[in-house]
């Protein structure tokens, strides 16, 4: 009997050791988390709030590469294999081809002008400036426009051409073609050098004259002086500019439909179009992989040549006397801005007065253009909305989680508008079916494809504002939300609505992700353009462009500033 009794207090006492291990273990582990929290947060964590806002953000912007990833791999063994063994070789070498060229010669003419400009003393170097950028605001899919309808089998020059004597007997009949790869490969080239341009100008204007004095000391001439000093310090700028080239043509379609030259981008759209979403998506792949094999080279390529101006004594470049070249690069600069914004500006005004005349600006007109503000304009709120809790986050809550938080939000930006909008289709096709086939989706894929730009211009203000401000607030008990909407939104609100109008003007000319998402009914500016122009009726699609190209002004202040 003793023995029992021995035997259940010993259970007793196990029994309440064990309760006593459970209830100190509990604790024990919350307080480790606790402290991997903080150490993540560097002791200043976010509020709940805050950090759900910013997650809910990085979710919505990671649609896209989600879906095109988990369809492509249920898209099937025979379809991979069909694909692979003729559609993709041949996208792949019509997509590099016409990438690589693109390129090259973009940056070959932005990095020239930007030297003539800057450097030297051609007539008006303070006008070009500004007038070598204006292509940027000219769409390539209306820049495709204009030169169909000056070079195209029914063109303006093929119509001079026949019908001039000498033009015919010595060169014989017109045989240029516009729907073909050279055709795509100049609209392109004359349509994205601006980026180059802008970039190398700042560039060039920050460069220290002191290398350059020591170079000739040396005995260097100015081609040299341009090879083995400028040209190095230029790498970076170059590189920049060729990265926005290069992903520019890889996302495009307007311009790539439009004469006829089938890419990655054209290709994905047709399957769509032909609702194969398996193919469709399983292209969409391997576009996002070769996206990421260039960003990859060219960050490579900038780790490997950094160049550095250490000197304290600045001075600033000489400006070079141009001599008897003066006249031939006057010729090229004016060359390359009469091709690339004169004339397909006189192509625009001359249908817009002949289409004003039969009566284009019309209530339906005026209908697309209402479509294209509703539709643009509420996405340039969402994004300004949604950029908040990002750059804010990334601003005063450094860590991996904000940091991850920031590079999905960046995802969009970095595919083309069909990617986006499978990745639209697939979500609120099947999961939320009340917003299918409304403009909201339309703009949700502009904020998926636009926010990093009201990102940019918002923490470009931020970083100007002290934390202290903050500090100061939330020792008045404000959390993090209430302080990031009620003191520091005013205080950056002209960076926020500079955002808003990037993205507003951009939304305006997305035309991929317009032409998928659209609800029946609902076009847009961009998609008539697209439409009309198709169809040969351009008294039609020259307003809407004029217009287009006329918005697209708003922000072109704005890069000169910067850049």
């Not at 896209?64 to 559609?87: H, N, Q």
């Not at 030259?261 to 292209?283: C, E, H, N």
């Not at 391997?286 to 950094?306: A, G, H, M």
């Not at 122009?533 to 699609?541: M, N, Q």
Request: positive net charge.
């Amino acid at each position: 009997m003793m023995m029992n009794n021995n035997n259940d207090e010993k259970t007793r006492k196990n029994n309440n050791q064990n309760a006593e291990v459970g209830d100190n273990s509990s604790p024990a582990i919350l307080h480790f988390f606790r402290r991997r929290w903080l150490a993540i947060w560097k002791g200043n964590p976010p509020g709940p709030v805050l950090l759900i806002l910013g997650l809910l953000v990085a979710v919505i912007m990671s649609i896209p590469i989600i879906y095109v990833v988990w369809r492509s791999m249920f898209a099937g063994t025979e379809r991979w294999m069909r694909l692979l063994d003729g559609r993709i070789p041949e996208l792949l070498w019509n997509t590099f081809s016409l990438t690589a060229a693109v390129t090259f010669c973009a940056v070959a003419i932005g990095v020239s002008l930007a030297w003539f400009v800057v450097r030297t003393d051609i007539p008006g170097r303070k006008m070009w400036q500004w007038l070598l950028a204006l292509p940027l605001v000219i769409p390539p899919y209306v820049g495709a426009v204009t030169y169909i309808i000056v070079i195209g089998p029914s063109g303006w020059l093929r119509n001079f051409w026949n019908d001039t004597a000498w033009l015919v007997n010595i060169f014989g009949e017109y045989s240029l073609n516009i729907y073909s790869f050279w055709g795509i490969f100049f609209v392109l080239t004359m349509f994205t050098y601006p980026y180059v341009f802008l970039i190398a100008s700042a560039s060039l204007r920050k460069m220290n004259r002191n290398f350059e004095e020591v170079a000739r000391s040396q005995g260097m001439s100015t081609l040299q002086v341009f090879w083995k000093v400028n040209l190095p310090f230029l790498r970076p700028a170059i590189g920049a500019g060729a990265i926005l080239i290069s992903l520019y043509v890889l996302s495009d379609f307007g311009a790539i439909a439009m004469l006829r030259y089938v890419t990655f981008t054209a290709a994905i759209y047709f399957q769509r179009a032909g609702f194969d979403t398996a193919s469709a998506s399983v292209l969409s792949l391997v576009l996002i992989l070769l996206t990421v094999i260039i960003l990859w080279i060219e960050s490579r390529t900038r780790k490997k040549n950094k160049y550095y101006q250490t000197t304290n004594t600045y001075k600033a470049p000489d400006i070079l006397s141009l001599g008897k070249w003066k006249p031939l690069v006057l010729f090229f600069v004016g060359t390359v801005f009469t091709v690339s914004v004169i004339l397909p500006i006189v192509v625009l005004v001359y249908w817009s007065i002949i289409g004003i005349g039969m009566g284009a600006l019309d209530a339906r007109f005026f209908g697309f253009a209402w479509n294209s503000l509703q539709v643009s304009g509420f996405a340039a709120i969402l994004c300004m909305f949604l950029a908040m809790p990002i750059i804010y986050l990334k601003s005063r809550y450094p860590s991996v989680i904000s940091s991850t938080i920031d590079k999905l939000s960046y995802a969009g930006y970095a595919l083309p508008g069909v990617i986006v909008a499978l990745g639209m289709v697939f979500i609120f096709n099947n999961h939320i079916p009340a917003l299918y086939n409304t403009f909201y989706m339309v703009a949700l894929a502009f904020v998926v494809r636009f926010l990093p730009q009201a990102m940019q211009s918002g923490e470009a203000s931020l970083s100007l504002v002290s934390p202290r401000i903050d500090e100061a607030a939330r020792s008045l008990g404000y959390p993090p939300w209430k302080v990031m909407f009620k003191v520091i939104l005013p205080n950056i609100m002209p960076g926020v609505l500079a955002g808003g109008a990037l993205v507003f003007v951009s939304s305006i000319k997305e035309l991929p992700a317009t032409l998928m998402l659209r609800p029946p009914g609902f076009d847009t500016l961009a998609v008539r353009v697209y439409f009309e122009a198709s169809e040969a009726l351009y008294h039609l699609a020259a307003p809407a462009a004029l217009i287009i190209i006329l918005v697209s002004c708003i922000p072109l202040r704005y890069l000169l500033k910067k850049y």
